[in-house]
Every structure is written in C-alpha cells, then in structure tokens.
C-alpha cells in the first residue's frame, strides 16, 4: 500500500487537478522528489534551500514534519502525507 499525499487546491494545476497521489518513499524528501517526478514543479512550491518553506505545512499522520525530523521523517506504506499551506492574516 503506498502513501497517499493529500494535495492543496492551490497546487492541483500541477497535479492534474487531484486531491490525493498514491506514491512510495521512505521518507518525506524522496515522497516529494517522487512526486516531483511525475508532476514537475511541484517541489519548488514546497522546497527551497533544503528544507520546507515556512508557509508551507507537512503532516505525517496529523503530525507536523517540524516537531520531526523535518523533510527526513520517515513514511511507511499507508501513512497519509498531509500538505497544507499556512494561514495567514493580513
């Protein structure tokens, strides 16, 4: 069973307008290089420098990547990879 990644609507035009992309990967980082595969340009809206952007939020199983080990926290076969963009006020 792979991971199913949960995707924002603001980022569906890369991914061919789906709400959910089955992928494997042990960790979080090979789950968007994955992903970067099939759906170009996504890892740029997630990514810089590395790490996560900080408006950008990633759960495993309604945990946050932070609290983690960032982009290396590790998945397995049926963990839900949650992708949420922060909120903001202004």
Do not use: C, W
């Not at 609507?9 to 968007?32: D, P």
């Not at 996504?42 to 983690?68: M, P």
Request: aromatic share 6%; charged share 20%; net charge neutral.
């Amino acid at each position: 069973m792979p991971i199913t990644v949960i995707i924002p609507t603001r980022l569906r035009s890369l991914t061919n307008q789906q709400k959910h992309i089955a992928i494997e990967g042990v960790k979080v980082s090979e789950v968007i290089e994955r992903m970067e595969q099939q759906y170009p340009g996504i890892r740029a809206k997630l990514i810089f420098d590395g790490s996560a952007y900080r408006f950008i939020n990633i759960y495993v199983n309604d945990n946050d990547i932070r609290l983690r080990d960032g982009l290396a926290t590790n998945v397995q076969d049926g963990d839900i990879v949650t992708i949420l963009p922060a909120l903001t006020a202004g």
